[in-house]
């Protein structure tokens, strides 16, 4: 049944949404011209009223803040073309979960709404499913993360006070760079040091 | 990085890519120190910094590890993280430096610009 403010929302339409209703031959209902219009839901079926509508943006705001981890290099190939990265920490995914525990709270909500008025809410599973969804990425790169980070103990690595064994190596243009050639007093007579970093590689 | 050569401090990393690669990553990233290769892991293993099949597809690499070392060659300072992710930023390991007392004092104190 549609209400008065329903009516007066259909007028604005966006031409992200209006390609979709075409595609899909009509059959969508018409959309308040939210953020949710530019994403992809826009092919599924909608309930008239804008909160639910924002409520579906969501859980897809949560799917895809998972890719925008720093430093995850199995994510980082994938998706990095997918949105930029946000300056979360990159320590633990905090702000990630919780923008994957906020839709699923929203989502038991509406669910337990829903399931009073089975003929209201049907076809309207979207949000679930993408849940679920961000569910099992969550799972899927948690058990990523947690194998990288078993590190070696490296008890023999040199510690404060020690020699730094020398060594030899090519630099990116094959030049040998050694130890001892990098301690030595710089031409200004200043008394040099050196910062040694050790990386993983794989760029 | 102004500030560590203000310091008289020079920076070098080291990794398993090979010279080419690295040439690639100082290029995309505008790196001015050298990094070093070490695909057989010779320097790695000396340092006991081997991370086995640690790298994509099962691959032996180093693991992240930081270490100052003064002109005679002693180490000063070392970082050995447990997390990948975390890693010494560039003022971190300035203010280590200060306060060990490597290197020379630097004449006019600037900000610190983000070490890459």
Known sequence: MLTRRHRTFTKIRSLPHQIARHLAGGRIQPRTQSLASLCPCALLPKVAGSRRERGELLPLLGHTSLYAQPDSRATRKLTHYLIPHFALTSNVLWANLTLFAIPSFLLGARMKRNSGRPKFARGKSAGSTLAALTLLTVIFFGCLNLSFAQLPLSTGAPSAGQKAPDFTLPDRDGKPVSLSGLLKRKETGKPGGLVLIFYRGYW | ?116
């Open chain 2, 1 to 116: 990085m102004s500030e560590f050569s203000a310091r008289g401090i020079r920076v070098v990393a080291i990794s398993v890519d090979p010279a080419e690669v690295n040439r690639q990553l100082a290029e995309k990233a505008g790196l001015t120190f050298p990094l070093l290769a070490d695909p057989e892991e010779k320097v790695i293993r000396r340092y006991d910094l081997l991370h086995i099949r640690g790298g994509p597809k099962g691959v032996d690499i180093a693991r992240p590890a930081e270490f100052l070392i003064d002109p005679t060659g002693t180490v000063r300072w070392v970082n050995l993280t447990d997390n990948i992710r975390v890693r010494a930023s560039g003022p971190q390991v300035l203010k280590v430096v200060d306060q060990l007392g490597v290197g020379a004092r630097p004449e006019n104190p600037r900000r610190a610009p983000r070490s890459p």
